[in-house]
């Protein structure tokens, strides 16, 4: 069975950092896209980043470029997302979802596999 598990959310001040996670089981993560996205209360599904697994290629939302970085390490079907300088319009539920056909976009509808997600929290 396909799972995935997100941790390392919390409540940072501006300008901190966290390091999500998100550990993936029952499958075998070569041939997917991993992806990140947000929902804050009130909005849909917004991407954040993403990363194709067979070339590790990245892409990331423009509203976190140059802050956010996915990164994966394959032997333990893990994916990070680092995230600093955070906004507190970065405060949102993230979650992490998979694309079995690696099409690595940042469009919610083609992930198929969605974990429960962490909430993050950016506030004085």
């Known amino acids: 069975q396909l799972q995935f598990v997100e941790s390392g959310g919390g409540l940072v001040q501006p300008g901190g950092s966290l390091r999500l996670s998100c550990a993936g089981s029952?499958?075998?993560?070569?041939?997917?896209?991993i992806g990140w996205f947000r929902q804050a209360p009130g909005k849909e599904h917004e991407g954040v980043a993403c990363i194709r697994m067979s070339d590790s290629n990245t892409y990331y939302a423009d509203p976190v470029k140059g802050r956010f970085t996915i990164s994966a390490d394959a032997a333990k079907n893990t994916v990070y997302l680092q995230m600093n300088s955070l906004k507190p319009e970065d405060t949102a539920v993230y979650y992490c979802a998979a694309d079995p056909w690696g099409r690595a976009t940042l469009t919610a509808d083609l992930y198929d596999y969605w974990g429960q997600g962490t909430q993050v929290t950016v506030s004085s």
């Open positions: 029952g499958f075998s993560s070569d041939y997917y896209a």
